[in-house]
């Protein structure tokens, strides 16, 4: 089994910072594209930022320029740094990743329980 992790959601005021993190255990062998995605009250669920196993990252342009998409491959470990948050980035973020269990599998996608980050004064 595969396991995700988030944590770092929390209630900031406009302007702030918020880093989440998502950490990744279990039976693998290999994390590949991890992404995290957010869903606001009434909304459909969107994808915020990508970063692939080399690190490469891409970004919504809701968010371009504000967060930062980064891993750690030794802790099988991304982080979203939310900088200049507003509020209309209030939402429940999930993180999910592409994950080989063994050498030579399918990929098979994860997702991690969701964590509210709320951005309000």
């Known amino acids: 089994q595969v396991q995700l992790v988030e944590s770092g959601g929390g209630l900031v005021q406009p302007g702030g910072s918020l880093r989440l993190s998502c950490a990744v255990s279990?039976?693998?062998?290999?994390?590949?594209?991890i992404y995290w995605h957010r869903q606001a009250p009434g909304k459909q669920r969107e994808l915020v930022a990508v970063?692939?196993?080399?690190?490469?990252?891409n970004y919504a342009d809701s968010v371009k320029g504000r967060f930062t998409i980064s891993r750690d491959n030794s802790r099988n470990t991304a982080y979203l740094q939310m900088n200049s948050l507003k509020p209309e980035d209030t939402a429940i973020y999930y993180c999910?990743?592409?994950?080989?269990?063994?050498?030579?599998?399918?990929?098979?996608?994860?997702w991690g329980q969701g964590t509210q980050v709320t951005v309000s004064s």
């Open positions: 999910q990743v592409k994950v080989l269990r063994r050498p030579g599998d399918l990929p098979n996608d994860y």
């Open positions: 279990g039976s693998l062998f290999s994390v590949l594209n």
């Open positions: 970063v692939t196993r080399s690190s490469i990252p």
